[in-house]
T-cell receptor, first 116, second 118 residues
Framework: EAGVAQSPRYKIIEKRQSVAFWCNPISGHATLYWYQQILGQGPKLLIQFQNNGVVDDSQLPKDRFSAERLKGVDSTLKIQPAKLEDSAVYLC??????????????FGPGTRLTVT | AQTVTQSQPEMSVQEAETVTLSCTYDTSESDYYLFWYKQPPSRQMILVIRQEAYKQQNATENRFSVNFQKAAKSFSLKISDSQLGDAAMYFCAYRSAVGLLWGYALNFGKGTSLLVTP
């Protein structure tokens, strides 16, 4: 089966510009996660969707970050305006909705963002 | 909030030898899951092994095994017969099993960089 797809793989922007990342989860996976991984650290959850509803966005900087998951499939994460500290790898992951299947999250290859 | 601590920023092992990566965590929950993920330079996170807290038996996956000490809140990963392809960042992660039907996100440690030398 196809894995989690993300694009672009790399993005370089100047501070105060905007940027958008796209994620296509594994078919049938109702739960989708966006993580931010700053260099030298482990990934940190930004937002979690269950179908097209937000389950947890407590760590999302809502003054500049936004995310949506229309129709409960693809998702887009946007940053506007970007700051230097947003330089990181943005990982998308998906899992089945519940039961034992929810225990395994499948990750995409990530998008490396550099803000100059 | 649960915290995951990996106290070894870097580890080195010779090919065919055994290495153990350490992880401790802090939680007040009784029901949870613990994971080890591998992240090679390609950045793709790959699940190595999973442990359910309610299971006393340590999980094993081929050359990978864990030592799960629930009372001590310790979860170490042992890699036997190390191979060059094992070189990567290894992350310990915690996931609550309480409440939500569809599960919680993962809470990661800072990672351990494993170098495998010929």
């Amino acid at each position: 089966e196809a894995g989690v797809a993300q694009s672009p793989r790399y993005k370089i922007i100047e501070k105060r510009q905007s940027v958008a990342f796209w994620c296509n989860p594994i078919s049938g996976h109702a739960t989708l996660y966006w993580y931010q991984q700053i260099l030298g650290q482990g990934p940190k959850l930004l937002i979690q969707f269950q179908n097209n509803g937000v389950v947890d966005d407590s760590q999302l900087p809502k003054d500049r970050f936004s995310a949506e998951r229309l129709k409960g499939v693809d998702s887009t994460l946007k940053i506007q305006p970007a700051k230097l500290e947003d330089s990181a790898v943005y990982l998308c992951a998906s899992s089945l909705a519940g039961g034992q299947g929810a225990n395994e999250q499948y990750f995409g290859p990530g998008t490396r963002l550099t803000v100059t | 909030a649960q915290t995951v601590t990996q106290s070894q920023p870097e580890m080195s092992v010779q090919e065919a030898e055994t290495v153990t990566l350490s992880c401790t965590y802090d939680t007040s929950e009784s029901d949870y899951y613990l994971f080890w993920y591998k992240q090679p330079p390609s950045r793709q996170m790959i699940l190595v092994i999973r442990q359910e807290a309610y299971k006393q038996q340590n999980a094993t996956e081929n050359r990978f095994s864990v030592n799960f000490q629930k009372a001590a809140k310790s979860f170490s990963l042992k890699i036997s017969d190390s191979q060059l392809g094992d070189a990567a960042m290894y992350f310990c992660a915690y996931r609550s099993a309480v409440g939500l039907l569809w599960g919680y996100a993962l809470n990661f440690g800072k990672g351990t960089s494993l170098l495998v030398t010929p």
